[in-house]
Each structure stands twice: as structure tokens, then as C-alpha cells.
Nanobody
Framework: EVQLQASGGGLAQPGGSLRLSCAAS????????MSWARQAPGKGREWVSS????????TYADSVRGRFSISRDNAKNTLYLQMNSLKSDDTAVYFC??????????????WGQGTQVTVSS
């Protein structure tokens, strides 16, 4: 059974940092590109960032480029998102997704339950 379990969310102050993790199981993690997406209250899901199978190629949405960093550890079957310089607009539920490429438009075939990130003073 494919499972993606996101964790690490919580409350952060504007300008603060959080690190999200996504534990993958039930498939060969290193064979797939992975991504993070988010959904704010009352809005649609927004792609945030993707990483290639080996971790050497990354892509970012303009809204997070320079502040967020995606990475993966294939030995631990884990995806990460380091979020710095957080803004109130970053408040959302964050999901990890399995994809077939690093383009924002790459097909996604599985995603897990999300983790809530709230940025507020």
C-alpha cells in the first residue's frame, strides 16, 4: 500500500522557519520525482516545489523561490521542505505528492494527508 505521511507543521511567526518531512512507503521511493503542494483556506491546491529522483534537480513556484528548499534522502525514503522567511501567505495545509517529473504540470498519481502550517504573530 502506497503511503505518504507528512509531518513537521505547526505555528511559526512571520520570518520564522519550519522543516516539513514526508515519510514514503509501499513503493520504490527513488524511482519517482516528488513534490510539495499546499492548499490555503478557501483556495485551490497550489504546487510549491518538486525534486528529481536523485535529488539533483529542483523546481520552485515563484512565490517560494529563495525562501524554501526541497530535498530528499532516498536511503530513508523521506522528502523534506525547509521553509525560511515565512509569511502569513504561507499559511496552508501542505501535502507531499508522487509525480512523474519535476515540472509543475507533471502528472501526480498519489498524495498523502497534509500537515498544517500556520504563520502568525
Amino acid at each position: 500500500e502506497v503511503q505518504l505521511q507528512a509531518s513537521g507543521g505547526g505555528l511559526a511567526q512571520p520570518g520564522g522557519s519550519l522543516r516539513l518531512s514526508c515519510a514514503a512507503s509501499g513503493f520504490t521511493f527513488s524511482n519517482y520525482a516528488m513534490s510539495w503542494a499546499r492548499q490555503a483556506p478557501g483556495k485551490g491546491r497550489e504546487w510549491v516545489s518538486s525534486v528529481s529522483t536523485g535529488g539533483d534537480e529542483t523546481t520552485y513556484a515563484d512565490s517560494v523561490r529563495g525562501r524554501f528548499s526541497i530535498s530528499r534522502d532516498n536511503a530513508k525514503n523521506t522528502l523534506y521542505l525547509q521553509m525560511n522567511s515565512l509569511k502569513s501567505d504561507d499559511t496552508a495545509v501542505y501535502f507531499c505528492e508522487r509525480r512523474d517529473g519535476i515540472s509543475p504540470y507533471a502528472f501526480k498519481d498519489f498524495w498523502g494527508q497534509g500537515t498544517q502550517v500556520t504563520v502568525s504573530s
